[in-house]
């Protein structure tokens, strides 16, 4: 059973920064990609950006430019770095991650954005 722990959400006003972290393990697979989705009050949860094992990257139209995704392979952990964040990015930010065919999510970590 994999299991997929989250850690870096918090307040911060618009304009802020924040970095998640989340990390994988008791993976018996290779792990082909990582990502992140969101989801805010009221509304369907959405991705926000993933990473394949190759490196290769896909954001949301709403974050280019603002969030950078990254992996360690070695640590089976991936980063999302936050930058220029706006109140719209409010929402609770779930880790994800493909194994062997599988699906798995992270418990959530709440981001609030707001003066």
């Known amino acids: 059973q994999v299991q997929l722990v989250e850690s870096g959400g918090g307040s911060v006003q618009p304009g802020g920064s924040l970095r998640l972290s989340c990390a994988a393990s008791?993976?018996?697979?290779?792990?082909?990609?990582m990502g992140w989705h969101r989801q805010a009050p009221g509304k369907q949860r959405e991705l926000v950006a993933f990473?394949?094992?190759?490196?290769?990257?896909r954001y949301a139209d709403s974050v280019k430019g603002r969030f950078t995704i990254s992996r360690d392979n070695a640590k089976n952990t991936v980063l999302l770095q936050m930058n220029s964040l706006k109140p719209d990015d409010t929402a609770v930010y779930y880790c994800?991650?493909?194994?062997?065919?599988?699906?798995?999510w992270g418990q959530g970590t709440q981001v609030t954005v707001s003066s």
């Open positions: 990473i394949t094992d190759s490196g290769s990257t």
């Open positions: 008791g993976s018996r697979f290779a792990i082909t990609a």
């Open positions: 994800k991650a493909w194994v062997g065919g599988n699906v798995y």
